[in-house]
């Protein structure tokens, strides 16, 4: 049976041994019927008992509670989150023990334990743990227990906060593997006037009716009293699309030693390596909730591709060779795809020579899937991809990736990605 205690909507009173109650009032009728002397000293105590239970676990329930406060700040695979927990008690009673139980889906995390709180005591401890893995996680929500020393009541709190957050993946880079540099060389202009808005302006004109508002150029209409626009270039696009395969058929191997994590490391790498040189990148995913991330050269980028990197998990449905035809028209053209996969389908090789043909640039890293004990040999794949004039390198397992420090990220502020509805809940 479970009471909810007043003023307190999260704290319910539960009796733990409900065979107590008829036990005390049996004793009661066999003592006042049966005239056994003894049987009132065992009613009284037992009643008595029954009672200081009851006011001990009531005290507590309207006198305890609970606080977390989470550091997750910028957080990449080898950091350190912390957490500073305080429980306090106003109760004139002890709580001889008490039982926090985490619901936190953050690998092996320590926040669950059992303490104790004297008379009127505020009790307050750190949990440090070292970010092994990246992904999305949540912390909480919690669920502390506590009773009379007798075990005949017991008291449940719930606080439902919960606080999202993303660890990401770590900034590696790629020794030995290069992209095709002809394709990434740099931008150059065409003799095609267009009408979207790219990154070239040759020139402007007089405005006309249509001319988007955002196209104005203010300077040189301040200068003559009329509006101009801006006129862009066709620039052949130096734009690097990665495409990483996610089909639940081509995962192998566990956790960090995983074709899975490979693959999000290649991409993370090409990102951080093309960006540095200026260039924009983009991201496209085929994994159950696909991600698709335009291309852009802008400061955030990488962050913003690092915050998409460090949820993809290998669950999609779809081959390769099913997805690559579907979004071909979004790549562009004259760019350049690096497409990362670890798929023992031939198949997929079709899509991407059509990319090819297409005036785009494609490039594949192949994690051989043999060497993390998939049936497909990568040497034999890489071959096949190399006879239709498709640059390739084959990533085997024992890889050595170079870990890079963040830079350019600002590890000192907190960076909660998401945030859900959180209050400190104290008793009146």
């Given at each position: 049976?479970e009471?909810h205690?007043?003023n307190?909507?999260k704290?319910?009173?539960?009796?733990e041994r409900p065979?107590?109650?008829p036990l005390?009032?049996?004793l009661?009728l066999f003592?006042?019927?049966g005239?056994?002397?003894i049987l009132y000293?065992?009613?009284?105590?037992?009643?008595?008992?029954?009672?200081?239970?009851?006011l001990?676990?009531?005290?507590?329930a309207?006198g305890l509670?609970?606080t977390?406060q989470?550091s997750?700040?910028?957080?990449?695979?080898?950091?350190?989150?912390?957490?500073?927990f305080?429980?306090?008690s106003?109760?004139?009673?002890p709580?001889?023990?008490?039982q926090?139980?985490?619901?936190s889906?953050?690998?092996g995390y320590?926040?669950s334990r059992?303490?104790s709180?004297?008379?009127?005591q505020?009790k307050?401890?750190?949990?440090?743990?070292?970010?092994?893995?990246?992904?999305?996680?949540?912390?909480?929500?919690l669920?502390?227990?506590?009773?009379?020393?007798?075990g005949?009541f017991?008291?449940?709190?719930?606080?439902?906060d919960?606080?999202?957050f993303?660890?990401?993946?770590?900034?590696?880079?790629?020794?030995?593997l290069?992209?095709?540099r002809g394709?990434l060389?740099?931008s150059?202009?065409g003799a095609v006037?267009v009408?979207?808005?790219?990154?070239?302006?040759?020139?402007v004109?007089s405005?006309?009716?249509?001319d988007s508002?955002?196209?104005?150029?203010w300077p040189t209409?301040?200068?003559?009293?009329?509006l101009?626009?801006?006129?862009?270039d066709?620039?052949r696009?130096?734009?690097?699309?990665?495409?990483?395969?996610?089909?639940?058929?081509?995962?192998f191997?566990e956790?960090?030693?995983?074709?899975?994590?490979?693959?999000?490391?290649?991409?993370v790498?090409?990102a951080?390596?093309?960006?540095r040189?200026g260039r924009?990148v983009?991201?496209l995913?085929?994994?159950?909730d696909?991600?698709?991330v335009?291309?852009?050269?802008?400061?955030?980028?990488?962050?913003?591709l690092?915050?998409e990197?460090?949820?993809?998990?290998?669950?999609g449905?779809?081959?390769?060779?099913?997805?690559?035809?579907?979004?071909?028209?979004?790549?562009?053209?004259?760019?350049?795809?690096?497409?990362?996969?670890?798929?023992g389908h031939?198949?997929?090789?079709?899509?991407?020579?059509?990319?090819?043909?297409?005036?785009?640039?494609?490039?594949?890293?192949?994690v051989?899937?043999s060497?993390?004990?998939?049936?497909?040999?990568?040497?034999t794949?890489?071959?096949?991809?190399?006879?239709?004039?498709?640059?390739?390198?084959?990533?085997?397992?024992?890889?050595?990736?170079?870990?890079?420090?963040?830079?350019?990220?600002d590890?000192?502020?907190?960076?909660?990605?998401?945030?859900?509805?959180?209050t400190?809940i104290?008793?009146s």
């Open positions: 049976m009471f205690v007043k307190t909507a704290t319910r009173l539960i009796i065979i107590v109650v005390a009032v049996a009661v003592a006042v019927f005239g056994v002397s000293v065992v009613s009284y105590a037992i009643c008595g008992a029954i009672i200081l239970s009851l001990w676990t009531y005290a507590l309207r509670w609970l977390r989470p997750v700040g910028h957080l990449h695979v080898g950091s350190q989150l912390e957490e500073i305080t429980a306090q106003s109760s004139l009673v709580a001889t023990y008490l926090i139980d985490d619901h889906n953050f690998p320590p926040a059992v303490e709180l004297g008379i009127r505020t307050s401890w750190h949990v440090y743990w070292r970010c092994r893995r990246r992904g999305r996680y949540h912390l909480g929500p669920t502390v227990r506590s009773g009379d020393p007798f005949f017991s008291l449940r709190q719930e606080y439902d919960t606080i999202t993303l660890v990401l993946p770590p900034v590696v880079d790629l020794p030995g290069e992209l095709p394709s060389a740099g150059s202009s006037r009408l979207q808005v790219t990154s070239t302006a040759s020139t004109r405005y006309q009716p249509g508002v955002k196209r104005i150029h209409t301040a200068r003559r009293d009329e101009f626009v801006k006129d862009y066709l620039e696009s130096s734009d690097l699309w990665i495409v990483l395969d996610l089909d639940s058929l081509t995962l191997g956790e960090d030693d995983s074709t899975e994590e490979y693959g999000v490391r290649i991409a790498g090409l951080n390596r093309v960006l040189e924009a983009g991201l995913t085929t994994g159950r696909r991600v698709m335009a291309p852009e050269r802008s400061g955030d980028q990488f962050d913003r690092l915050g990197l460090a949820g993809v998990r290998c669950d449905e779809q081959r390769l060779s099913e997805v690559l035809p579907a979004v071909e028209s979004l790549l562009g053209r004259e760019g350049t795809v690096a497409v990362i996969t670890s798929s031939i198949d997929w090789i079709r899509s991407v020579v059509a990319l090819s043909q297409r005036g785009l640039s494609p490039v594949v890293f192949l051989d899937q060497s993390f004990g998939g049936p497909v040999r990568g040497v794949m890489a071959n096949e991809v190399l006879r239709s004039n498709i640059p390739c390198h084959l990533i085997q397992r024992g890889y050595r990736f170079r870990i890079l420090a963040a830079e350019g990220s590890l000192s502020g907190p960076r909660v990605l998401a945030r859900g509805y959180r400190d104290v008793p």
